[in-house]
């Protein structure tokens, strides 16, 4: 399940010092996906996987530094049991505070993790309009229910936006902006073209542009706040 550690970051999980859990595969393919290796099986294949075991004992040698710890992919939620597991492992030996990133395709097991406590902290990637989520290989419907369940039922996540534009212009945005009504925090990320799983070459907006796609949303979400993350 696991196929990378980052034992100290300092952006990944909001306000806390946190280590980093990458798990792999995915059942997306997001064209400005920079994660390529963790998603690809000619790549994946060749890293070594990690056990638990030695990930616990990492994350325990730094219980007095860091106060969080971070599951990203890839999409951990494909784990399942095996990400239950995990985490209740996480929450018994070591009290960290534990953040979770998904694309929110598992709504089922989203909200068990919820229930039963087992993650402090969501970030929910929204990709595009609903009507374009082929276009990322996903599968709108089950996304929108975990909204649903995420915005009536848990304080503490964020929706992530990257700025990619062949999936993210004012049009796209005006059609999600029903689906983030409610949502306190938003966070606005820049899309980097250096390694993408689409290979083809997408100059990025510009500064000017993203600050317009910010003041939109700041406009039709007056009670969102939006995190800067593209500067």
Same mark, same amino acid.
């Given at each position: 399940?696991? /196929?990378?550690?980052?034992?100290t970051s300092l952006v990944d999980f909001p306000g806390k010092i946190s280590s980093v859990v990458f798990t792999y595969l995915c059942n997306f393919k997001c064209p400005y996906c920079y994660?390529? +290796?963790?998603?690809?099986? /000619?790549y994946y294949h060749s890293l070594e996987t990690l056990k638990e075991d030695f990930v616990l004992e990492e994350l /325990?040698?730094?219980k007095n530094f860091i106060k969080g710890v971070v599951v990203t992919g890839g999409e951990p939620t494909l784990w399942g049991k095996k990400l239950v597991d995990f985490l209740e492992k996480v929450r018994l030996e070591t009290e960290l505070a534990i953040k979770l990133d998904t694309n929110g395709s598992y709504p089922e097991l989203i909200k068990f993790l919820i229930k039963h406590q087992l993650i402090d902290y969501l970030a929910l990637d929204f990709k595009t309009s609903p009507?374009? !989520? +082929? +276009?990322?290989?996903?599968e709108f419907e089950r996304v929108r229910k975990t909204f649903h369940f995420v915005k009536d039922f848990f304080e503490n996540f964020e929706v992530?936006?990257?700025? !990619? #534009? #062949? *999936?993210?212009?004012?049009k796209e945005l005006k059609e999600? *902006? #029903?689906? *983030? /009504?409610?949502v306190k925090n938003i966070a606005l990320q820049k899309f980097l073209p250096e390694k993408t799983l689409k290979e083809e070459y997408i100059k990025p907006y510009d500064l000017s542009y993203y600050k317009k796609i910010h003041a939109y949303l700041e406009e039709n979400l007056p009670e969102t706040k939006i995190l800067v993350r593209y500067e």
């Open positions: 399940m696991i /196929k990378g550690f980052r034992g994660n390529v +290796e963790l998603i690809v099986p /000619k /325990k040698k730094r009507k374009k !989520y +082929e +276009e990322v290989g996903g992530r936006i990257t700025l !990619y #534009p #062949p *999936l993210i212009d004012f999600m *902006l #029903p689906f *983030l /009504k409610g």
